[in-house]
């Protein structure tokens, strides 16, 4: 299943409606316009659009008193979003406070209430075509200044989105790829919709992805992501693996890996080792510190080597390729050999 990338691209919605009726009627009750968002998106990639919203989560506090509790407003046919109910705006100009994210279930538990605003045990799919973004946003609003023309809501993105390409130059072997792999990244953590910030645990993943059509590399970098479409990761400072003096990973070290086959141009296989049957990962670790809202690809080069065998396989930590064959030629020097040879005619013989 291809992943969905929401609020993506740089969206604005001119009057997305959040409103709510209430049982009683309040004094301070406006029954003019419901309460409105105009709401915008910081540019990060261009695979989704504003079609690919179609719902967000919404909580509103007056003070620290919850005006609203989380509700989901859908976008109807007229491009606006609302709910049910409806509320609409103090009518004493009160400040509203808003709480914002989607998609509605992003991966943990939600509690936006007086006490705290956090999300716990966020942990992203274990499937790669199944990750999805996760936005958040938070304003203010009263009826004079926004009652009109809307609160201006700016969604970001929270998570990290990994992209693997690879490329080579080496025109000595043929290079097949049929999965990507991102190995021990932190997979859980809490998220604090107050400060933005995430509180990580302790525990690890391995996110891979293979394919039965062979991607074949070249000079140009491709995408080896196959059809599972970027990862979305928690923001996190990598500790690399460490291939020499660790190679089963006991340590969990993170690190970046393609399921590779390596020929020759004469048709020998080089990777797997002749003793392997089938593709097997190679690896390299990685050490970067992955932010919020940022996109990473990582163009591996295969032009002078293919990195290590990756730790869950068979010899782990071993070079996929060693280093240039190298010939040292030594010459002998000629041997003089001398043979005496008479040059008697046949008449002289006779």
């Not at 996110?207 to 062979?214: A, L």
Request: glycine share 8%; charged share 15%.
């Amino acid at each position: 299943m291809k992943k969905t990338y929401l609020l993506m691209g740089a969206a604005v919605f001119a009057g997305l409606s959040l409103s709510s009726c209430s049982d009683d009627e309040p004094i301070n009750e406006n029954h003019g316009n419901a309460i409105s968002f105009r709401s915008s998106m910081s540019t990060r990639a261009t695979e989704t659009t504003n079609a690919n919203l179609s719902q967000i989560n919404v909580a509103a506090f007056m003070g620290d008193t919850p005006y609203f509790s989380t509700l989901p407003f859908a976008k109807g046919s007229d491009g606006y979003f609302t709910s049910d109910p409806t509320y609409n705006w103090p009518g004493d100009n009160t400040t509203l406070t808003f709480y914002a994210y989607s998609p509605a279930s992003p991966g943990g538990t939600v509690t936006i209430g007086s006490d705290s605003k956090i999300m716990t045990g966020f942990s992203p799919a274990s499937s790669i075509a199944d990750q999805i973004d996760f936005i958040t946003a938070t304003a203010t609003g009263n009826k004079d200044n926004n009652e009109a023309t809307g609160v201006p809501l700016k969604f970001d993105h929270r998570l990290a989105q990994i992209e693997v390409r690879a490329k080579t130059d080496n025109t000595a072997y043929t290079f097949k790829v049929t999965g990507v792999r991102v190995g021990q990244a932190v997979s859980k953590g809490d998220f604090d919709f107050t400060t933005n910030l995430w509180s990580l645990g302790t525990d690890k993943a391995i996110y891979d992805e293979t394919y039965s059509t062979p991607i074949e590399l070249g000079s140009t970098p491709v995408s080896v992501m196959g059809q599972g479409g970027n990862l979305m990761l928690i923001p996190q400072q990598l500790t690399p693996w460490n291939p020499k003096s660790d190679a089963s990973n006991n340590s969990k070290g993170a690190y970046l890996a393609i399921k590779l086959q390596i020929n020759t141009i004469a048709g020998a296989q080089v990777y797997p080792f002749p003793s392997e049957s089938e593709c097997i990962w190679a690896a390299m670790p990685i050490d970067d510190n992955w932010e919020a809202g940022k996109k990473y690809v990582y163009n591996l080069d295969l032009s002078h080597g293919a990195g290590y065998v990756d730790p869950n396989d068979p010899d782990p930590g071993k070079d996929v390729l060693g280093g240039p064959i190298k010939l040292t030629v030594d010459v002998s020097n000629w041997v003089n050999h001398s043979s005496d040879l008479p040059m008697n005619t046949g008449s002289e013989n006779q």
